[in-house]
């Protein structure tokens, strides 16, 4: 319980936690970066790790000049597509062995049929428009290359998505982050951006349980 508890808290107070990094490792902060971002679209495993919120507080230091925002934009968006792409192979090559017909202890199989569902819906775009949506945007390059999705096809939209994702919330943590609010309150900031991230996924839920009513 305690590691969940530390965890949360790191998740949650990320301003004060991104600063003591930067403080003790210097720049190795942005490979520290990079592998978290890498991990958590790469890994079925880890669609916990944080995503949009910290994006936007790698922006928010940039724009304080305590990273450099080339670096940051160049290597997370390296770290996105990166883990996608392996993301993709993991579920063309392991896939199917991984998933039966129920859960494994780590591994929820409703996640992958919610995937599995709104890529159905979406088709190929599904693949930029996960970028945005946590849990999501970690089954979604795993459900492509399950589903054998061509690799070109997937490569092209992956790119994109990979793009839009990091520019977009890493350049809204530059440009807003220094807004007296916003940097007055980033804890609450964070919170704010983690629970909007959820809403589709709050939506669909409920979508379902009203009419299973």
């Known amino acids: 319980m305690g590691i969940i508890e530390n965890f949360i808290n790191f998740i949650l107070h990320f301003d004060q936690s991104l600063g003591l990094i930067i403080q003790q490792f210097g720049p190795l902060t942005y490979l520290i970066l990079f592998i978290i971002i890498f991990t958590e679209t790469g890994f079925v495993l880890t669609p916990f790790f944080p995503g949009d919120s910290l994006l936007f507080i790698c922006g928010t230091f940039a724009s304080n000049e305590l990273l450099k925002i080339e670096w940051i934009l160049a290597l997370l968006t390296l770290a996105a597509i990166g883990g996608d792409t392996v993301n993709y192979w993991?579920?063309?090559?392991?896939?199917?062995?991984?998933?039966?017909?129920?859960?494994?202890?780590?591994?929820?199989?409703?996640?992958?049929?919610?995937?599995?569902?709104?890529?159905?819906?979406?088709?190929?775009?599904?693949?930029?428009?996960?970028?945005?949506?946590?849990?999501?945007?970690?089954?979604?390059?795993?459900?492509?290359?399950?589903?054998?999705?061509?690799?070109?096809?997937?490569?092209?939209?992956?790119?994109?998505?990979?793009?839009?994702?990091?520019?977009?919330?890493?350049?809204?943590?530059?440009?807003?982050?220094?807004?007296?609010?916003?940097?007055?309150?980033?804890?609450?900031?964070?919170?704010?951006?983690?629970?909007?991230?959820?809403?589709?996924?709050?939506?669909?839920?409920?979508?379902?349980?009203?009419?299973?009513?």
Do not use: C
């Not at 890529?119 to 589903?147: N, S």
């Open 90 to 213: 993991l579920g063309h090559f392991v896939g199917p062995k991984i998933f039966k017909e129920k859960s494994t202890r780590f591994l929820k199989k409703e996640y992958l049929d919610m995937a599995h569902k709104f890529y159905e819906k979406h088709g190929g775009k599904t693949i930029i428009l996960a970028r945005f949506i946590p849990i999501i945007r970690t089954f979604a390059p795993f459900v492509a290359g399950m589903g054998r999705m061509k690799y070109g096809h997937f490569l092209v939209y992956n790119i994109v998505g990979g793009v839009a994702w990091v520019f977009i919330f890493v350049l809204a943590g530059y440009y807003f982050g220094s807004i007296p609010i916003v940097k007055e309150n980033l804890s609450l900031t964070i919170i704010l951006i983690i629970f909007v991230s959820f809403l589709p996924i709050l939506f669909k839920f409920l979508t379902g349980f009203r009419k299973k009513m």
